[in-house]
């Protein structure tokens, strides 16, 4: 990972304590989890971009085997995990943090509304009740 190009969305991370970073890399979305903490073990990464100046809805979900990437209720990014994901003590951060010894890696825009859960949730979950909630 270019660590120029990372702009975290909502990470766990930190020296030697890496847990889970969603980012933004390259105008596209990406998700990395980490096994032991030392290293990012798995990723799921989008095809498509981020369109700058546009309210997007994302999601990002490990379901014990899978990583994915929803944009707009819509599955955009795919990878396989099957290891155990590193809770590790990093904090939780939220729209800038630690990635690969270097801090910062600001996200350029607005973040609303995060909402991590404990489970994997489904389209009758709250990812749909919330995706679906009108706009203002």
Do not use: C
């Amino acid at each position: 990972v270019s660590t120029a190009e990372t702009r975290i969305i909502v990470a766990k991370t930190g020296s030697g304590a890496l847990s889970y970073a969603f980012v933004q890399y390259g105008g596209q979305l990406a998700l990395y989890v980490s096994n032991d903490g030392t290293a990012m073990d798995g990723a799921a990464l989008t095809g498509g971009v981020l369109t700058a100046g546009e309210w997007q809805h994302v999601t990002a979900a490990y379901d014990g085997s899978a990583l994915k990437i929803y944009r707009n209720h819509s599955l955009v990014g795919e990878g396989s995990f099957t290891l155990n994901l590193h809770r590790g003590a990093a904090p939780l951060t939220i729209g800038g943090g630690f990635i690969d010894g270097s801090s910062g890696h600001y996200f350029h825009g607005a973040i609303d509304e995060v909402k991590l859960y404990g489970r994997d949730l489904t389209y009758s979950s709250p990812v749909s009740q919330v995706y679906t909630l009108p706009l203002g």
